[in-house]
């Protein structure tokens, strides 16, 4: 592996391009180039990120496709105000998380698909403030959520129901708070919750 000390920020192809031999970031690695990136491509060669990943400001982003090589993130996974995001294609790969998946303030995206390899989650969920996203499948693999966060979803205006939760048992920390979802209609997809650590 050639490994990246430290955090690093992208904001331009430039930023890219210089890290485009790296398979490893052992800090932070912070994509927000607001109107300035539209493709991730040339990313392909990172496995890890070792704190955060965050995906964040960016204006005219409408892929994810570039970072298919991530396997693992050990901090958070944070994707917000994504204004033309419409997808999480790209992050297939991910299946550890080790603390918190956060996914909101995207105006465009209508799905989830693409974070269907993740399977637990150290702190917390938060699906929120999403205005178009229509279903939650793509959270089929989590099976846990543990931690001070819990398990939140709230705020994304035409999501009719909660299916896609099927595989959660186990909520822990601030535990399950379900609001603000004006066309909620159904509680479908938590059948299988066993254990809450509170409700909200």
Not at 104 to 122: F, H, R, V, Y
Not at 159 to 187: A, C, M
């Amino acid at each position: 592996p050639v490994v990246w000390e430290g955090d690093y920020v992208i904001e331009n192809q430039s930023d890219i391009d210089e890290i485009a031999g790296f398979t490893t970031i052992s800090g932070n690695l912070d994509i927000e180039g607001d109107d300035a990136l539209t493709s991730l491509s040339g990313l392909e060669r990172i496995t890890s990120v070792g704190g955060d990943l965050i995906i964040g400001g960016n204006t005219s982003l409408t892929s994810l496709t570039g970072l298919e090589g991530i396997t693992s993130v050990g901090g958070n996974l944070i994707i917000g105000g994504n204004t033309s995001l419409t997808s999480l294609t790209g992050l297939e790969g991910i299946t550890t998380v080790g603390v918190s998946l956060w996914v909101t303030s995207n105006d465009a995206l209508i799905s989830l698909n693409g974070l269907e390899g993740i399977t637990s989650l150290g702190d917390g969920l938060w699906i929120g403030w999403n205005p178009v996203l229509t279903s939650l499948n793509g959270l089929e693999g989590i099976t846990s959520v543990s931690g001070g966060l819990g398990l939140m979803v709230e705020g994304n205006d035409v999501l009719t129901s909660l299916t896609g939760l099927e595989g959660v048992t186990f909520v822990d920390g601030y535990g399950l708070i379900i609001r603000h979802n004006i066309s909620l209609t159904s509680l479908l997809g938590l059948e299988s919750l066993a254990s809450v650590g509170d409700f909200g």
